[in-house]
């Protein structure tokens, strides 16, 4: 095997068919099997390369070829590049808060620099995820109620519904907007029907196909019957890139605008707009650029050809928490002693009058603490100056007699002798950055799902399944539990060691966790439990598997006989499921300090006709189901018989299984698109932190056998 530096990469690799891939955890290398533009078999060692690794890179290159998302808005990549995250414009704070019942509350304020009117408003938010349905009630500052009802996928797929209303008591106005919208691959269409307006109807349709966009909007006035506005739109998307062309206001105004992703860690884009009614002529054109510092920093520029230019910076404090900074200033008025107008404007954290700090975002974590009586952990806490002192003589000063804040020494508290106060620990930053380091574990195991998920056989019906099993990994020659010179809880790299993988155990631990798991049942079930509830299902199963001839289907798991399963009521006999099973990829997880190990397991799960024939094995399984937010909890005592006389086996289960294969999908195909908002970006990642979490906690409540008759 030869390998490359970084520099000594080949060209092919970025053009080439990936067979395989390995890390290895030791050296802190990833090595990539593939073949080149010669057809030869080739093994290279990569590095990262700047705060990205190759999977990201190629996850980026397989988008290219995956099922084109379309946009609901031409362009708005390049219109969120140049117009968001400048912030000199005013002072806005939004705090948001989410309770374990799927409520979520938002206190929204924004003061204006010009008018220094401050405005805002109160949100509460329900959302039922199982149906679809959210509420959405807001009151804002000017005495405006509004009222939001969305169906999302509940009567059709791809199909939503939302009607919002709004009403102004003091002076009588009303509103109402009803609004259809249809997603489907290659389509994206909606209507809104202003009741109180006209009636106004107005429709717009986004068609796209390998990567091109066309677009048009008209809206038609009811009772006058005539057209008031129309506008279209053609575009391009590709994973590095998208232009777009607008024709807007009655095609009175022409734009054309374009975004490019040099790199992971740089955006540029610009925007041209011509306005046949403006009295002044000419294009206006801006041009701008973002460029990451850091994850967890980045700074925007732009410019415009009137010679202003505008300068933005945001950081993350810590998650849920970021702070904006902006400046503009105007070229042409550099050398004005007094120039007319808002020449120069400026946003800092400091002079109330001219200066501000714009706090994006503050997501507390109510649900959290309130989960737990015990004091948040002191990584969570931090230093700032209104920290009061520990309680003592000196309550109202830092610890020599001066008053907090005057600018003497703040440091560890000191008793009045001067010595360090060794009772009192002071709150601790999260790091010298005052940011968290990045969980590797987390985002190793997220880098593994998603690249299993983006090069998965290409079968239209298959449904990914992703789940994690708690058992045992030993080694094959001696049979023994794996012994490794490690700590602490550690991801094995694929193929590196010769395991097997045992998801079994005694009944005696199985009792523990059904005891564990109904015991969370009946506490989620009280009135005064704080958390999402914990959901039951006792079922009873008989699974038969037959040979599967239909080599139509996609190719075999693992080099395995291939099985199609039946699945059936054992009560009733219905047939729930029949499928077959292919099997992705493995991610072996050692816990030396544990009684089990834990295993990810990524399937593609593909619907199948009923075989015929005689089955060559049948499992009966007494299944205790357990469901808590996106995430299925199954614990099973499987009981196997072949066709032959021989005895039956027992084993005993658990596993953890992401409910929603369409949700894991979606949210896939959305990380790091840039056509998407940050949130939407980062869900795939927050569905797998909490898949992990769980699958942790599960394995770290295993207990010895002789443990559990206790």
């Known amino acids: 095997m030869r390998l490359y530096k970084s520099e000594h990469i080949p060209p092919s690799v970025s053009k080439c068919i990936i067979l395989e891939t390995r890390d290895d955890a030791i050296w802190g290398t990833t090595f990539v099997t593939f073949v080149g533009r010669k057809g030869k078999k080739r093994t290279v060692e990569l590095i990262e390369l700047g705060r990205h690794s190759w999977k990201d890179c190629r996850h980026q290159r397989l988008s290219a070829g995956s099922s084109h998302r379309i946009p609901t808005d031409l362009g708005k990549s390049s ?21 374990p019942s799927n409520v979520a509350f938002k206190v929204a304020g924004t003061r204006d620099n010009k008018s220094d009117i401050i405005t805002g408003d109160i949100e509460g938010k329900w959302t039922d995820k199982v149906h679809g349905l959210t509420l959405t009630q807001t009151w804002t500052t000017s005495n405006v109620l509004r009222n ?23 002076k009588g106005g009303k509103a109402a907007l009803f609004t259809t919208t249809y997603k489907q691959s290659g389509i994206h269409s909606r209507a809104v029907l202003d009741v109180f307006k006209g009636p106004t109807f107005t429709a717009d349709t986004v068609l796209g196909r390998d990567g091109f966009l066309v677009g048009a909007e008209a809206a038609y006035n009811v009772t006058g019957g005539n057209i008031t506005r129309y506008a279209a739109a053609v575009g391009y998307n590709a994973p590095e890139y998208a232009v777009t062309l607008h024709g807007l206001n009655n095609f009175n105004t022409f734009s054309a605008s374009y975004y490019h992703r040099v790199s992971r860690d740089v955006e540029a884009g610009a925007k041209a707009i011509y306005d046949s009614k403006a009295t002044h002529g000419g294009v206006a054109l801006e041009v701008g650029t973002k460029a990451y510092l850091d994850a967890s920093a980045f700074v925007k520029a732009k410019i415009n050809n009137s010679g202003v230019i505008a300068l933005g910076y945001t950081q993350s404090l810590r998650p849920g928490v970021k702070a904006s900074f902006g400046l503009a200033l105007d070229t042409q008025k550099l050398n004005s002693a007094n120039p007319t107008g808002p020449a120069h404007k400026l946003l800092s954290p400091f002079d109330a009058n001219e200066w ?12 959290q603490q309130a989960r737990s009586s015990s004091p948040p952990p002191l990584k969570r806490m931090r230093r700032t100056n209104s920290s009061p002192p520990p309680t003592g003589e000196h309550s109202g000063t830092n ?53 299993m998920i983006m090069t998965r056989p290409d079968i239209p019906t298959g449904k990914v399944e992703v789940e994690a099993k708690v058992g045992v990994l030993r080694d094959r020659m001696t049979g023994q539990r794996l012994q490794l010179p490690v700590l602490v809880e550690t991801i094995l790299t694929p193929g590196a060691t010769d395991t097997r993988f045992e998801s079994n155990m005694s009944v005696h631990q199985h009792k523990h966790y059904n005891t564990l798991l109904n015991g969370l049942k009946t506490a989620s079930s009280q009135p005064t439990h704080v958390g999402s509830p914990l959901d039951y299902n006792h079922l009873y199963l008989v699974d038969s598997f037959y040979t599967n001839s239909d080599s139509s289907a996609g190719p075999s798991s693992s080099g395995k006989e291939d099985k199609i399963r039946v699945t059936r009521d054992e009560k009733s006999g219905t047939v729930l499921e029949c499928m077959r099973k292919i099997r992705l990829g493995d991610l072996n997880v050692y816990s030396p300090k544990r009684e089990a190990d834990w295993r990810i397991s990524v399937n593609l799960e593909v619907p199948m006709e009923h075989p015929i024939g005689t089955p060559s094995l049948k499992r009966r399984k007494d299944r205790m189901s357990y469901s808590h937010e996106e995430f299925k909890i199954d614990l099973t005592q499987v009981t196997s018989s072949t066709t032959h006389n021989g005895p039956p086996q027992i084993l005993h289960e658990l596993e953890l299984e992401i409910a929603r294969p369409d949700l894991l999908l979606a949210t896939a195909l959305k990380r790091n698109d840039p056509n998407v908002s940050e949130f939407e970006r980062s869900s795939f990642d927050e569905l797998i932190r909490a898949f992990v979490n769980n699958a942790r906690i599960l394995g770290h409540h295993q207990v010895r056998g002789s443990d559990a008759k206790k």
């Open 148 to 170: 939001q009802i969305e169906l999302d996928n509940l009567i059709a797929k791809g199909l939503k519904l939302d009607l919002a209303t709004s009403l102004t008591p003091d």
């Open 399 to 451: 610890g020599h007699g001066h008053p907090s804040g005057s600018g003497q020494h703040v440091g560890p508290h000191r008793s009045s002798s001067g010595h360090h106060d060794s009772e009192h620990l002071q709150p601790l930053s999260l790091s010298i950055l005052g940011v968290e380091p990045l969980d590797e574990f987390i985002k190793e195991v997220a880098d593994f799902v998603h690249h």
């Open 356 to 367: 501000y700090l714009t706090l994006m975002t503050l997501a507390t974590t109510t649900m």
């Open 79 to 99: 219109n969120d590049l140049l117009g968001k995250d400048y912030n000199f414009h005013g002072a806005s704070l939004e705090v948001k808060t989410q309770t």
